[in-house]
């Protein structure tokens, strides 16, 4: 079965860091674009980050600094490591397969992280 | 990169049809036709219901079907079915820094 799975979030004071993880299944992350997305309780999507199939990575410019994508391919793995965390990067975060841009087909079930204090 | 623009909420009777509009710009909408759209059931995770603005994903209903006129693409829910009652976002690729914008999500309630 194709899919993925996120974990890692938590509640965390601001300034902290957390990493996330996306495990994937029935297919190989290194081949294909994967994509974080998140979603601030009551509120809508969110593009946050990419990785191309090639290594490259890209951020939205309100984590950019801030947060690192990454992935293991032995793992089938990829990481959101987010530092610096700020209240408003509360949200659910989702692991996407990235259809090279042109849409988000795999969605896991995502994985909440709470900044506060 | 502001979000795309869509209406807050849509509503119809069982069996009516209803459109959505997804509202960008020359450097989104205008720009690509990668316009994809997403439904979302409360406390689940999104789902693809149209990728390239109007192709079906396998085992996504006929029901669903999208276009798109210059800065603004559309999806129509064709035989309003309860089970349509989610909320609806529309995501495009950007030339700008940020490389995709969703919409503000639109709410679809059946009457």
């Known amino acids: 079965e194709v899919q993925v799975v996120e974990s890692g979030g938590g509640l965390i004071q601001p300034g902290g860091s957390l990493r996330l993880s996306c495990a994937a299944s029935?297919?190989?992350?290194?081949?294909?674009?994967m994509t974080w997305v998140r979603q601030a309780p009551g509120k809508g999507l969110e593009w946050v980050s990419v990785?191309?199939?090639?290594?490259?990575?890209y951020y939205a410019d309100s984590v950019k600094g801030r947060f690192t994508f990454s992935r293991d391919n032995s793992k089938n793995t990829l990481y959101l490591q987010m530092n610096s965390l700020r209240a408003e990067d509360t949200a659910v975060y989702y692991c996407?397969?990235?259809?090279?841009?042109?849409?988000?087909?795999?969605w896991g079930q995502g994985t909440m992280v709470t900044v506060s204090s | 990169q502001s979000a795309l623009t869509q209406p807050a909420s849509v509503s119809g009777s069982p069996g009516q049809s209803i459109t959505i509009s997804c509202k960008g710009t020359?450097?989104?909408?205008?720009?690509?036709?990668?316009v994809s759209w997403y439904q979302q059931h409360p406390g689940k995770a999104p789902k693809l219901m149209i990728y390239d603005v109007i192709n079906r994903p396998s085992g996504v209903s006929s029901r669903f079907s999208g276009s798109k006129s210059g800065n603004t693409a559309s999806l129509t829910i064709s035989g309003l079915q309860a089970e349509d009652e989610a909320d609806y976002y529309c995501s495009s690729e950007t030339s700008s820094s940020t490389l995709y914008v969703f919409g503000t999500g639109t709410k679809v309630t059946v009457l």
């Open positions: 990785i191309y199939s090639a290594g490259s990575t």
């Open positions: 996407a397969r990235d259809l090279q841009g042109s849409a988000f087909d795999i």
């Open positions: 020359s450097s989104d909408v205008g720009a690509y036709n990668y």
């Open positions: 029935g297919f190989t992350v290194s081949s294909n674009y």
